[in-house]
């Protein structure tokens, strides 16, 4: 018995905490779907870290094979 | 006898000329004379996606020197590509924007708005992308 009650004395304890959590959460529900062009930003991110990391690359490439260039 | 006096400093200057070229590009293999002589009048020039093309009429020499050079260029970008964990059309556009960067006055080379320009002194027009 006695463990049962100091059971339920902690969920009782956390009660507070859980509806404060629950109606914060209640709040957020206000936010927007995010749309596409977010997706398009990403992909030319990437694609731009590469090239700057090439340009020494190919800069050494001339140097290498200058009879194609 | 003017004739042999006057010969004798050009050659001796030839020579040295030739010396003077040799050293400075020891092992390495310069440009075809004809792809040389091509990229000097603007007959062909550099584009943005890392390609030599043809500027003004295409001629069957035309095609042939520039489909030359691309099929090395090509060979070569996807080698070095894979050594970098990059694309193909990643390298190549990189390529092209260092390539255009380094062609000098006179030479043409593709603006951003695909048209053809000729290199003055001033920087080039690059892709907004080039690094």
């Known amino acids: 018995m006695q463990e049962r009650s100091f059971e339920t004395t902690r969920i009782m304890a956390r009660l507070p905490l859980l509806m404060a959590g629950m109606l914060a959460l209640g709040g957020c529900i206000t936010v927007n779907a995010p749309e596409e062009p977010i997706v398009i930003e990403l992909n030319i991110n990437i694609r731009q870290e590469v090239i700057y990391r090439l340009a020494s690359d190919v800069r050494e490439n001339i140097d290498e094979n200058p009879d194609i260039f | ?131």
């Not at chain 2, 009048?41 to 020499?61: F, H, N, P």
């Not at chain 2, 260092?98 to 708005?113: D, F, M, S």
């Open chain 2, 1 to 131: 006898m003017k004739q042999m006096d006057f010969r004798k400093p050009a050659l001796a200057l030839l020579a040295a000329a030739t010396g003077l070229a040799v050293l400075a590009t020891p092992a390495l293999a310069a440009r075809d004379p004809e792809y040389a002589a091509a990229r000097k009048s603007g007959q062909v020039g550099e584009k943005m996606d890392g390609y030599l093309g043809i500027v003004g009429a295409e001629t069957a020499d035309l095609r042939r020197v520039v489909s030359k050079i691309n099929i090395l260029r090509r060979d070569n970008y996807t080698t070095r590509a894979q050594a970098q964990g990059a694309t193909l059309e990643e390298y190549a556009f990189t390529q092209g924007c260092i390539l255009i960067l380094r062609t000098v006055p006179g030479e043409k080379y593709q603006a951003p708005n695909g048209s053809w320009l000729t290199r003055t002194s001033a920087p080039p027009q690059r892709h907004v992308q080039c690094p």
